[in-house]
């Protein structure tokens, strides 16, 4: 069970689960249901398209997953859980530990089952658990009763003796073990096969109905291919090929309910019995058969599914790209030996060794040499970026021409790379509102459909036709009618959509963040570190009553213990200045940060403050009229003013005035216009004073501003925007100051070179400080919802006009089976359409 640690539900944990036998929205449906019954479980969703189910638990309930798998099962459908991976495994295994094992031949969850409950069945396994997706199984093993350990010999035989094939992970996999992408191609593979067989023996029956349109006589049709030869070839269509739809309309029947596959067994078996029917009761009587029409249809239908599901593997694009950047092996540093290792054995301080067009295999800072990182497919940014010692690195990039080491940071689910992935994938397995509306239509599509088609065959009846052809028209309304097109209309969009975006560096937290982000009319902005580069430098340096050096030491003093941008400007200068006052460092101690105003310590004895212009005038200081004018003067010109303060004078003193200025990010002036073309008004709001933030504002083109704001006053200021506007309000920051506003706002947009704080209180995340990417993530979404509507209407319309053509006669079964098999096929095709979507481009 995967457990998410959000804020917002720290009480719940998220069990996620690989669905196996669903076909349209009404099985997802079905199985959503059946898992909100379960005690403790507070949501269930299920994604047609990924076909995964994403449920959360009261997690002091402990609910285990194979409660959840046995509802699933209950309700007619295969289930097994997705855990997280271990970051160890031992091949020594003993009691305690966790072993985890590459399984090989699983086709389906039923098989993921088996290789369970042949791993729990062995003395000492506390539990296993088997992910189909990612092929490996985790156990959890505890000694038995005589005190002995299971070895991973042993699970290995016990997985051999279920019938598949086992490796430890730390080995190298063996041949026979296909990797998902292998597995996924030999399903595809066969698929393809069997849609080839079905369509061979498919046409022979055809040849009569193609003589009869050619003016040919029953008779003479039914020369072709015997009536006796028809029935060979249509039985093996029927039930052999067909035999899917029969044990997935079983399942529903057994439920209570009725899906894709309740119609097409249905609407086949009609026609195949009305022709049996003829055979048997008008032998050699010239009778016209449509053992054609349930064959074409199968064939069809099939095809149909083999063409959605290479579709919905390419919506999926995203997430393997993403899991493809992960080393499995690391080339590590001990002592002066390296040693590559598998990356499960790398631990955060490990040093690790990264050659020229290798992947970083960690999080860390370079520790030794200088390079170039290419880091396109994590964060979007084509060129690569300049590295050297304590710059940061990612796992996941590739290093470009210089040897580095890498002392390590962050190891497995804890890397950014592995952040981004579980970003995606709860996304694309979110389900946005709108979907809720599709789910209650699809709950109720196929009693309606039934109704229709019995509506259908009375009627027909009823005006007198003849019993053939109200059979005919009623199994066309039983083959047309499709619930997979509802179904797959908006994941498709969604798992396309956040993809892309994904692809070019925005990470679109859930469903309902897309849907919010296309109808943002405002954005405010945060000043430093989003608009403008974050790295302000010292201007101005003007001691009062103090030598320079004296002054710049107490500065610095105050600062040294501060990772704020405007203290490591200090620093960098008294630093470079290295004045002999510098030499011996004072004594500092109960440094502390005052929010809002500035920092302050003891330094020497005495209370040194740096701090903003508001709390020098909280402090009561006096400023001489000529040093006011100063500051006024440097404030207008765009710096921020601070001031060095000693509190313990009486009354306190000013002892210096500093000024930074910080330039503002190349493109962000073009990032506000092309919001600004979007019709999205940009707003800055910024702690910084009043003359620094009309300079930024007037060089960016904003017309509103709102200056010397407190973190929390941020949040009323976003609140006062939404009412104001009557809109949709998004905040874009990167700081810890900005996580209140980020959440205040309708939607969060975060910088991911901010804080981890900003992060989880945004909907949508830039992997890039770059403010272009807030128009690329507004764009993106506007394009999704777009498809979502474009699909739906489609989806809706198709059924709307199909249905009652056939129901009047005017669609034979097999051009229905046609229509259906290609309407869902043409949901997906049409949501793929995003992935030619490309960030920065003109767009309306």
């Known amino acids: 069970m995967t457990e998410l640690a959000t804020p917002d539900r720290a009480s719940q944990t998220r069990a996620e689960l690989d669905i196996s036998g669903m076909t349209c929205a009404s099985c997802a449906m079905r199985v959503e249901k059946a898992l909100a019954k379960v ?123 279920a019938g598949y094939q086992a490796t430890p992970v730390e080995q190298d996999p063996a041949p026979a073990a296909p990797s998902v992408a292998q597995r996924a191609h ?14 061979v023996l498919t046409l022979p029956l055809l040849l009569p109905m193609l003589s009869a349109g050619f003016g040919g006589g029953a008779e003479g049709a039914s020369s072709l291919v015997p009536p006796w030869l028809q029935l060979a070839l249509a039985t093996v269509v029927q039930f052999g090929f067909g035999a899917r739809f029969y044990r997935a309309a079983w399942r529903a029947v057994r439920a209570g309910a009725g899906n894709m596959d309740l119609l097409v067994a249905l609407g086949t078996s009609a026609a195949y019995g009305i022709s049996v029917y003829e055979l048997i009761a008008h032998p050699g009587d010239g009778m016209h058969l449509y053992f054609e029409a349930s064959a074409v249809v199968i064939t069809l239908v099939r095809f149909g599914k083999w063409l959605e599901a290479r579709a919905k593997r390419q ?54 040499g200088r390079t170039h990182i ?97 059979v005919l028209n009623a199994v066309a309304v039983l083959v047309i009618a499709c619930p997979c097109a509802l179904g797959l209309a908006t994941p498709a969009a969604i798992m396309a959509g956040t993809g892309a975006a994904a692809r070019r560096g925005v990470l679109i937290k859930d469903a309902l963040a897309l849907e919010i982000a296309h109808n943002v009319n405002l954005v405010a902005f945060d000043k430093t570190g989003t608009l403008t580069l974050g790295q302000p430098t010292v201007t101005a340096f003007e001691p009062i009553g103090l030598a320079h050096d004296e002054a710049l030491a107490l500065a610095a003093a105050v600062q040294r213990h501060s990772d704020h941008p405007l203290a490591k400007a200090v620093l960098k200068i008294a630093d470079s200045t290295r004045p002999a006052a510098l030499a011996t460092p004072a004594a500092v101690s109960k440094a502390r940060a005052v929010p809002g105003r500035g920092v302050e310590a003891d330094v020497d004895g005495r209370t040194i403050a740096l701090g903003s212009s508001g709390w020098l005038a909280e402090l009561g200081v006096v400023l001489p009229s000529a040093l006011a004018e100063r500051a006024q003067q440097l404030e ?30 190349p493109n962000a002036r073009a990032a506000v216009e092309r919001l600004k073309t979007m019709g999205v008004k940009s707003v800055l709001v910024t702690g910084d004073n009043q003359g620094s933030a009309s300079s930024v504002a007037a060089s960016l083109g904003i017309d509103e501003f709102h200056a010397q704001v407190l973190p929390d006053d941020k949040a009323r200021v976003i609140r006062d925007l939404k009412i104001r506007t009557a809109g949709v309000v998004a905040m874009a920051g990167d700081g810890i100051n900005d996580a209140p506003a980020l959440a205040a706002a309708d939607l969060g947009i975060a910088m991911a070179t901010g804080t981890d704080v900003a992060m989880d209180a945004a909907g949508i995340t830039l992997m890039r400080g770059d403010p272009a990417l807030v128009a690329d993530a507004i764009d993106i979404s506007r394009r999704t919802w777009r498809k979502i509507q474009q699909n739906l209407f489609w989806a809706f319309v198709y059924n709307l006009i199909g249905i009652p053509l056939a129901a009047f006669g005017l669609l034979n079964p097999m051009i229905a089976g046609a229509a259906m098999a290609f309407s869902s096929v043409s949901v997906v095709a049409n949501a793929l359409l995003l992935r030619s979507w490309r960030a920065g481009q003109n767009r309306t």
């Open 39 to 161: 005690p403790g479980v507070s949501r269930a969703t299920v994604n047609l398209a990924t076909e995964r189910a994403s449920v959360d638990v009261d997690a002091s309930l402990n609910v285990a997953p194979d409660v959840l798998v046995n509802a699933v099962r209950k309700a007619g459908y295969e289930a097994a859980p997705v855990v997280p991976a271990v970051s160890s495994v031992g091949t020594g295994a003993g009691a305690g530990d966790v072993a985890e094992l590459a399984i090989g031949g699983m086709t389906c969850a039923a098989c993921a089952t088996r290789v369970e409950k042949a791993l729990a069945k062995l003395p000492g396994v506390a539990s296993a658990s088997v992910n189909l997706a990612t092929e490996k199984a985790t156990v959890s093993l505890a000694a038995d009763a005589n005190g002995a350990a299971t070895g991973i010999d042993a699970l290995v035989a016990a997985v051999t003796k």
């Open 186 to 199: 030999e399903q595809n593979r066969r698929e393809l096969a069997a849609v080839v067989i079905c369509a």
């Open 315 to 368: 919506t999926t694009d995203a997430i393997r790209s993403l899991n493809a950047l992960r080393p499995e092996r690391a080339r590590i540093r001990v002592g002066n030996e390296e040693h590559e290792v598998p990356l499960a054995q790398v631990r955060v301080g490990t040093i690790v060794v990264v050659r020229p067009g290798e992947r970083v295999p960690v999080d860390g800072a370079v520790l030794e």
């Open 374 to 470: 290419d880091e396109s497919l994590i964060t979007g940014e084509s060129l690569p970026v300049p590295k050297q010692p304590d710059d940061a690195v990612t796992a996941g990039s590739i290093n470009g021409e210089g040897v580095i080491t890498v002392t390590t940071k962050a190891i497995g689910a804890e890397t950014t790379l592995a952040r981004i992935i579980r970003l995606v994938e709860t996304a694309q397995a979110e389900k946005a509102p709108i979907q809720r509306l599709v789910d209650r239509v699809s709950e109720i599509f196929v009693p309606v459909i039934l109704v229709i088609a019995a509506i259908t065959l009375g009627g027909w009846l009823i005006a007198g036709a003849h019993g053939e052809t109200a």
């Open 636 to 665: 207008n010109a765009g710096n921020t003013v601070s001031w060095l303060i000693d509190r313990t004078a009486t009354p306190p003193a000013a002892l210096a005035l500093i000024g930074f200025g910080d330039s503002v990010k």
